[in-house]
C-alpha cells in the first residue's frame, strides 16, 4: 500500500465509522455549516467548560472528504481549549487528511472547521 | 456509416493520454479532432491578420476565410442567409445579447417564459430584466423528466414577450419538442429563442423546421476551439435590433456626439472577433457534416440504449437516474446518484430531521473514485440549480457522451461505479 493508499485509508474509515457522530442534548454551543453548491453539511455540537472543549459531536452528511475530516478534527480538538481550536489554520486541516485534493474538495475538507470556529465565535469564544 | 471505434484516431488527445483515459464529459466540452487544430495553426501561420479593415492582400484573405466560416455555419443549421449568424463568445455570450437588446424593449409587467431545466445562461441574462418589473415564469417537468406542456401552455399569457427554452437539457438529455413550442409562442406573438448549446452538436439541426426567431450554441462543444459561439438571428428581426457591445467593427460613422451602426452582423460583433475560432468552427462544421448528423444522432442513441441495458444489468445498489427512458427523445447525457442527498435549506438542522448515516455516495467522490480509474465524469449542479432541486437533488454525478464514445467506454463507467459502491459502502 502506498502513502496515498493508506491516508485514503484512513479518511474512508473515518467516513464510513465518524467518531464523535451524534448529537448533544443541551450544548453550549451548536451550529451548522451548509455548501450549498454541493450539498455538504456539517452540524457541531459543544459542551464548553472553563474555556475547554469538554465535549464534541458533530452530524452530517455529504462526501467523504467533508464527513472524514469533521471525524477526524473532533478527535483532534476534544479537551482542547477554545484558544487552540480558534487558531487552527487551513493548512493543517489539509495536512492532517494529507491527500492531494484540488482546490475544489479543499473546500470540503475545511467545510467542519469553518463550522467549529463559527460555533465557538457564536458563543462567544472568538478572539477579541 | 463511420466507423465509430476509429474516431478516436483523429483527436491525438486519445493518442496523447493513452488507452486508459475515458472522456465522459463533452457535454461540457468536446476534445479537437486534428482537422480542427490544424485549421487554427494553419490560419496563424499562413493567413493571420486582422479582418474588414485592411487593404491588403493578407487581410482580405483573412476577411474571406471569416466570410466564409459563416456560410459555413449557416448552412450547417439551414440558415437562408449567413447574414443571420453572428459569431460570439458561446452560447452564454448569445444569450446575454438576446437579454440585453431584446429586454430593452420590455416594461414592467411582461413576461418571459423559460423552462425549470434550463441552464444558468437561459435564466440569469433574463433575471436581470427582473429590475425593471419583467416577471420570469418557469414550465414544468413531468415525472419522466419530459417538458410538461401543458404546464407550458399554462404559463403563457398576452403579456408573454419571450419564450426561451433549451432544445436539449444538459442534465436529463430530454430533446424538448421545440417545433410545437416554437407555434404556441408564435401564436402568442412572442419571440420565440431555442438554446441549441446540446443540440447542435449532437443532431440534424434546421431552424428553418424548428420556426425558431433565435437560436444560440457553442462552438467547443462541437469539436470547436473554445471561445467562439453563434447566434442564429431571423434577419428582419436582427436588424430591428439594438447592438449589445460599442466598438470597432460594429459602427458605419463615429462622431463626438452620436454614431451609426454597421450592418447585420458586424452590428453585434464589436471588436476584432475570434477570427481563428471561426475559422477552427468551420472545420469541425465540416468534420460533423463528413461524419452525417443522422449518423451522429444515432450513435448518441445507441450509446445511450448501452447504458439504461447496461444500467439494468450491473444492478448497482442505490442507483439512481434521471431523464427520459426513451432514447428516441433523449440525447446523449446520463445523470445519476448513488442515494439521494436532498437540497436543504439552512434554516434546518440535519439534528431535527433524524439524518443519519445512509447508503449515499456523494457525487463529489463518485468523480473522484471514477478519475482515479481513468474515467473522466463531471459532478455537481451542472448550472442548472433550479432543475437539480426540482429532481430533489443537491448535485449529480453525469457522463456525456460523443462521436468518439464507444459501448467500451459505457462498459468502464459501470465497472468503475460498481467499484465506486464498494469503496464507499458503510
Same mark, same amino acid.
Given at each position: 500500500?502506498?502513502?496515498?493508499?493508506?491516508?485514503?485509508?484512513?479518511?474512508?474509515?473515518?467516513?464510513?465509522?465518524?467518531?464523535?457522530?451524534?448529537?448533544?442534548?443541551?450544548?453550549?454551543?451548536?451550529?451548522?455549516?451548509?455548501?450549498?453548491?454541493?450539498?455538504?453539511?456539517?452540524?457541531?455540537?459543544?459542551?464548553?467548560?472553563?474555556?475547554?472543549?469538554?465535549?464534541?459531536?458533530?452530524?452530517?452528511?455529504?462526501?467523504?472528504?467533508?464527513?472524514?475530516?469533521?471525524?477526524?478534527?473532533?478527535?483532534?480538538?476534544?479537551?482542547?481549549?477554545?484558544?487552540?481550536?480558534?487558531?487552527?489554520?487551513?493548512?493543517?486541516?489539509?495536512?492532517?487528511?494529507?491527500?492531494?485534493?484540488?482546490?475544489?474538495?479543499?473546500?470540503?475538507?475545511?467545510?467542519?472547521?469553518?463550522?467549529?470556529?463559527?460555533?465557538?465565535?457564536?458563543?462567544?469564544?472568538?478572539?477579541? | 456509416?463511420?466507423?465509430?471505434?476509429?474516431?478516436?484516431?483523429?483527436?491525438?488527445?486519445?493518442?496523447?493520454?493513452?488507452?486508459?483515459?475515458?472522456?465522459?464529459?463533452?457535454?461540457?466540452?468536446?476534445?479537437?479532432?486534428?482537422?480542427?487544430?490544424?485549421?487554427?495553426?494553419?490560419?496563424?501561420?499562413?493567413?493571420?491578420?486582422?479582418?474588414?479593415?485592411?487593404?491588403?492582400?493578407?487581410?482580405?484573405?483573412?476577411?474571406?476565410?471569416?466570410?466564409?466560416?459563416?456560410?459555413?455555419?449557416?448552412?450547417?443549421?439551414?440558415?437562408?442567409?449567413?447574414?443571420?449568424?453572428?459569431?460570439?463568445?458561446?452560447?452564454?455570450?448569445?444569450?446575454?445579447?438576446?437579454?440585453?437588446?431584446?429586454?430593452?424593449?420590455?416594461?414592467?409587467?411582461?413576461?418571459?417564459?423559460?423552462?425549470?431545466?434550463?441552464?444558468?445562461?437561459?435564466?440569469?441574462?433574463?433575471?436581470?430584466?427582473?429590475?425593471?418589473?419583467?416577471?420570469?415564469?418557469?414550465?414544468?417537468?413531468?415525472?419522466?423528466?419530459?417538458?410538461?406542456?401543458?404546464?407550458?401552455?399554462?404559463?403563457?399569457?398576452?403579456?408573454?414577450?419571450?419564450?426561451?427554452?433549451?432544445?436539449?437539457?444538459?442534465?436529463?438529455?430530454?430533446?424538448?419538442?421545440?417545433? *410545437?413550442?416554437? %407555434? @404556441?409562442?408564435?401564436?402568442?406573438? +412572442?419571440?420565440?429563442?431555442?438554446? /441549441?448549446?446540446? #443540440?447542435?452538436?449532437?443532431?440534424?439541426?434546421?431552424?428553418?423546421?424548428?420556426?425558431?426567431?433565435?437560436?444560440?450554441?457553442?462552438?467547443?462543444?462541437?469539436?470547436?476551439?473554445?471561445?467562439?459561439?453563434?447566434?442564429?438571428?431571423?434577419?428582419?428581426?436582427?436588424?430591428?435590433?439594438?447592438?449589445?457591445?460599442?466598438?470597432?467593427?460594429?459602427?458605419?460613422?463615429?462622431?463626438?456626439?452620436?454614431?451609426?451602426?454597421?450592418?447585420?452582423?458586424?452590428?453585434?460583433?464589436?471588436?476584432?472577433?475570434?477570427?481563428?475560432?471561426?475559422?477552427?468552427?468551420?472545420?469541425?462544421?465540416?468534420?460533423?457534416?463528413?461524419?452525417?448528423?443522422?449518423?451522429?444522432?444515432?450513435?448518441?442513441? *445507441?450509446?445511450? %440504449? @448501452?447504458?439504461?441495458?447496461?444500467? +439494468?444489468?450491473?444492478?448497482?445498489? /442505490?442507483?439512481? #437516474?434521471?431523464?427520459?427512458?426513451?432514447?428516441?427523445?433523449?440525447?446523449?447525457?446520463?445523470?445519476?446518484?448513488?442515494?439521494?442527498?436532498?437540497?436543504?435549506?439552512?434554516?434546518?438542522?440535519?439534528?431535527?430531521?433524524?439524518?443519519?448515516?445512509?447508503?449515499?455516495?456523494?457525487?463529489?467522490?463518485?468523480?473522484?473514485?471514477?478519475?482515479?480509474?481513468?474515467?473522466?465524469?463531471?459532478?455537481?449542479?451542472?448550472?442548472?440549480?433550479?432543475?437539480?432541486?426540482?429532481?430533489?437533488?443537491?448535485?449529480?454525478?453525469?457522463?456525456?457522451?460523443?462521436?468518439?464514445?464507444?459501448?467500451?467506454?459505457?462498459?468502464?463507467?459501470?465497472?468503475?461505479?460498481?467499484?465506486?459502491?464498494?469503496?464507499?459502502?458503510?
Amino acid at each position: 500500500m502506498t502513502d496515498e493508499e493508506e491516508r485514503m485509508e484512513v479518511l474512508l474509515d473515518h467516513y464510513r465509522s465518524p467518531h464523535n457522530y451524534g448529537k448533544i442534548e443541551n450544548p453550549t454551543a451548536e451550529l451548522m455549516e451548509y455548501n450549498p453548491v454541493c450539498g455538504d453539511t456539517v452540524q457541531i455540537f459543544l459542551i464548553v467548560e472553563n474555556r475547554k472543549i469538554r465535549e464534541i459531536k458533530f452530524m452530517g452528511r455529504g462526501c467523504s472528504v467533508s464527513q472524514g475530516s469533521a471525524s477526524m478534527l473532533t478527535d483532534l480538538v476534544g479537551g482542547k481549549t477554545v484558544d487552540e481550536a480558534m487558531s487552527i489554520a487551513p493548512e493543517q486541516i489539509v495536512d492532517m487528511i494529507g491527500l492531494p485534493l484540488g482546490p475544489s474538495r479543499e473546500k470540503c475538507a475545511l467545510l467542519p472547521l469553518n463550522a467549529l470556529q463559527k460555533c465557538l465565535k457564536k458563543a462567544g469564544f472568538g478572539k477579541v | 456509416m463511420p466507423f465509430w471505434e476509429r474516431i478516436k484516431e483523429d483527436f491525438p488527445i486519445f493518442h496523447n493520454l493513452g488507452e486508459n483515459f475515458t472522456y465522459l464529459d463533452s457535454a461540457a466540452t468536446s476534445q479537437k479532432p486534428y482537422s480542427v487544430i490544424n485549421a487554427l495553426s494553419d490560419f496563424y501561420s499562413r493567413h493571420n491578420s486582422n479582418v474588414h479593415r485592411g487593404i491588403y492582400r493578407l487581410s482580405e484573405e483573412a476577411t474571406d476565410l471569416y466570410g466564409r466560416s459563416r456560410e459555413n455555419v449557416s448552412r450547417f443549421i439551414g440558415s437562408s442567409d449567413p447574414r443571420q449568424i453572428v459569431f460570439v463568445r458561446n452560447t452564454t455570450e448569445a444569450l446575454n445579447l438576446l437579454a440585453y437588446s431584446l429586454g430593452h424593449d420590455l416594461v414592467e409587467g411582461d413576461e418571459i417564459l423559460l423552462t425549470i431545466m434550463e441552464h444558468h445562461s437561459n435564466i440569469v441574462p433574463w433575471q436581470f430584466l427582473q429590475e425593471k418589473g419583467v416577471r420570469i415564469k418557469y414550465a414544468d417537468i413531468r415525472e419522466d423528466g419530459t417538458l410538461d406542456m401543458d404546464d407550458l401552455a399554462s404559463k403563457i399569457s398576452p403579456r408573454t414577450k419571450i419564450v426561451s427554452v433549451t432544445h436539449v437539457s444538459n442534465v436529463l438529455g430530454t430533446i424538448n419538442p421545440v417545433a *410545437e413550442i416554437g %407555434r @404556441i409562442a408564435h401564436d402568442n406573438g +412572442s419571440i420565440f429563442i431555442v438554446d /441549441g448549446a446540446q #443540440s447542435v452538436p449532437h443532431m440534424p439541426v434546421d431552424v428553418g423546421r424548428i420556426g425558431c426567431d433565435f437560436m444560440a450554441f457553442s462552438g467547443h462543444k462541437m469539436l470547436g476551439p473554445t471561445g467562439i459561439g453563434c447566434l442564429y438571428g431571423r434577419i428582419d428581426l436582427l436588424e430591428k435590433m439594438r447592438p449589445f457591445m460599442g466598438g470597432g467593427e460594429m459602427i458605419r460613422e463615429v462622431y463626438t456626439d452620436h454614431s451609426t451602426w454597421a450592418d447585420v452582423p458586424e452590428k453585434f460583433e464589436a471588436g476584432t472577433p475570434d477570427i481563428a475560432g471561426a475559422i477552427g468552427l468551420s472545420a469541425a462544421v465540416d468534420y460533423l457534416r463528413n461524419l452525417g448528423m443522422e449518423n451522429v444522432r444515432d450513435h448518441g442513441r *445507441e450509446l445511450m %440504449r @448501452i447504458t439504461f441495458s447496461l444500467e +439494468s444489468e450491473a444492478g448497482i445498489p /442505490g442507483l439512481i #437516474s434521471y431523464g427520459p427512458r426513451n432514447p428516441d427523445i433523449r440525447g446523449p447525457v446520463y445523470a445519476f446518484n448513488i442515494g439521494s442527498i436532498h437540497p436543504m435549506s439552512v434554516e434546518e438542522s440535519l439534528a431535527d430531521r433524524g439524518v443519519g448515516l445512509g447508503t449515499v455516495v456523494h457525487p463529489h467522490d463518485v468523480a473522484s473514485t471514477l478519475d482515479g480509474k481513468g474515467v473522466a465524469v463531471r459532478s455537481g449542479h451542472h448550472c442548472a440549480m433550479p432543475l437539480t432541486h426540482r429532481i430533489n437533488a443537491v448535485a449529480t454525478s453525469r457522463a456525456s457522451y460523443y462521436i468518439y464514445n464507444t459501448p467500451e467506454d459505457v462498459r468502464r463507467l459501470f465497472h468503475s461505479l460498481e467499484h465506486t459502491v464498494k469503496v464507499y459502502s458503510r
